[in-house]
């Protein structure tokens, strides 16, 4: 079974400062995609970012950009210039199409605050 | 554009009552998923629908049972709700034939939320 793992339940920010957020993920399948999931306080689930297993280079999303180190199975989600508007719960997921699930696996999710 | 539409968006219900959530994917969208958030946790994979046939099965109860319809919407059926089924409950829906272009993304109706007296 695919766990995924966020080792920080917090993280605060200065509001234009750059954070990091953790995620790891144990998996024995070689076709998969991760995911970072933003939830503000509305409960809105929104997709910040994703990356592609078989693709080397790391994804980018204006502020938001990934460090996807495959063979150590980690997939940290770094947003520069941070943003009021970022304070949110950070998921990290897992999907693999194997065996036709396609189902999201999450992590415990990040809470960030950006102070200003 | 259209996004994925649940009803209702708040849900007050009695112990040992019964439920029915519903799920309207965006247009065109063959699939969906059906997750529960409680309070203070992480989305839970409930259930899945590919064209109208169940495609996989997570943590869900015996009590509740989910179909989708030939016009691709899809309820979730809650019967004899406890306490602990308060939660926040999301559909998503994905398009199977969009891998190239969405690759694998599914979007994220606003939520249900369902709260048990």
């Known amino acids: 079974a695919q766990t995924v793992t966020q080792s920080q339940p917090e993280m605060s920010v200065q509001e234009a400062e750059t954070v990091t957020l953790s995620c790891t993920y144990d998996?024995?399948?070689?076709?998969?995609?991760l995911f970072w999931y933003k939830q503000p306080p509305s409960r809105q689930m929104i997709l910040v970012i994703r990356?592609?297993?078989?693709?080397?280079q790391n994804a980018t999303e204006n502020r938001f950009s990934v460090n996807f180190q495959k063979a150590a199975k980690s997939f940290s989600l770094k947003i520069s210039d941070s943003q009021l508007g970022d304070t949110a719960m950070y998921f990290c997921?897992?999907?693999?199409?194997?065996?036709?699930?396609?189902?999201?696996?999450f992590g415990k999710g990040t809470k960030l605050t950006v102070n200003p | 554009a259209a996004g994925v539409i649940q009803s209702p968006r708040h849900l007050i219900k009695e112990k040992r009552e019964t439920a029915t959530l519903k799920c309207y994917p965006i247009?065109?969208?063959?699939?969906v998923y059906w997750y529960q958030q409680g309070p203070g946790q992480d989305p839970q994979f409930l259930i899945s629908f590919y064209e109208k046939m169940q495609s996989d099965k997570g943590s869900i109860p015996d009590r509740f049972s989910a179909q989708q319809f030939s016009d691709y919407h899809s309820e979730l059926n809650m019967s004899s709700l406890e306490l602990g089924d308060s939660a926040l409950y999301f559909c998503a829906s994905s398009l199977r034939g969009g891998r190239a272009r969405y690759g694998y993304e599914q979007f994220f109706g606003p939520g249900t939320r369902l709260t048990v007296l």
């Open positions: 998996t024995s399948e070689s076709n998969y995609y």
């Open positions: 990356q592609e297993a078989y693709k080397q």
């Open positions: 247009p065109r969208h063959d699939t």
């Open positions: 997921a897992f999907l693999t199409p194997q065996g036709g699930s396609e189902k999201l696996v």
